[in-house]
């Protein structure tokens, strides 16, 4: 079956614009998460929805945001790009629910703000 | 999540054992243990993961002790591919996991 898709691979943006990255999950999949993975931080999550709705949020500015659509297809939004904001973004999925399920991780968008 | 932690890097000889230790001594009874290997730049790809039995599949062993205080990745021949930096994980969430800085593992030729 396909696997987590992540959309665009690579993209550079400026300073102070907007950026946003998409994800396909796996099909069947309900829950998708977020994750930032930068040299000095390492893989920091940003936040997890399931049915739509933000279940979890991680430790990020508003600037940071995210939505899920009916299909289980997610975007994450950045605003007001800062440099810092180069990073590697990781999309993974998993069946969700209330048990614990392991994610299937994307190949990641690589995000160059200059 | 509980915390744990990894040594920081690791070498193997290639076609040996790689037995990659993990410490998660504040486990609670709950929390699983999992295992994500991220090799450069790609995302991080699911190993193995366990309760409290020893588990084993196609890629990995995965051994954790009676007080679950702490557990061991083993792979079993390693191969160059398998060089990587490996993520133990200890979770009751399943969807919000705590990464660490894991231990990179060199398989020498």
């Known amino acids: 079956k396909a696997g987590v898709t992540q959309t665009p691979r690579y993209l550079i943006k400026t300073r102070g614009q907007q950026v946003t990255l998409s994800c396909s999950p796996i099909?069947?999949?309900?829950?998708v998460s977020w994750y930032q993975q930068t040299p000095g931080q390492g893989l920091q999550f940003l936040f997890e929805?399931?049915?739509?709705?933000?279940?979890n949020k991680g430790n990020f500015p508003g600037r940071f945001s995210g939505r899920q659509f009916s299909n289980s297809r997610s975007e994450m939004n950045v605003s007001t790009l800062e440099l810092g904001d180069s990073a590697l973004y990781l999309c993974?999925?998993?069946?969700?629910?209330?048990?614990?399920?392991?994610?299937?991780f994307g190949s990641g968008t690589r995000l160059t703000v200059v | 999540d509980a915390k744990t932690t990894q040594p920081p890097s690791m070498d193997c000889a290639e076609g040996r054992a790689a037995n990659l230790p993990c410490n998660h001594s504040?486990?609670?009874?709950?929390?699983?243990v999992y295992w994500y290997r991220q090799i450069h730049s790609q995302g991080p790809q699911y190993i193995i993961h366990g309760l409290k039995n020893n588990e084993t599949n196609e890629m990995a062993s995965l051994i954790i002790t009676e007080d679950r205080k702490s557990s061991t990745l083993i792979l079993p021949h390693a191969t160059l591919r398998d060089t990587a930096v490996y993520y133990c994980i200890a979770t009751n969430t399943g969807n919000q996991f705590y990464f660490g800085t894991g231990t990179s593992l060199t398989v020498i030729p």
């Open positions: 929805y399931f049915s739509e709705t933000q279940r």
């Open positions: 993974a999925s998993s069946l969700g629910g209330t048990g614990v399920y392991g994610y299937t």
């Open positions: 504040t486990i609670s009874g709950n929390e699983y």
């Open positions: 099909s069947g999949h309900r829950s």
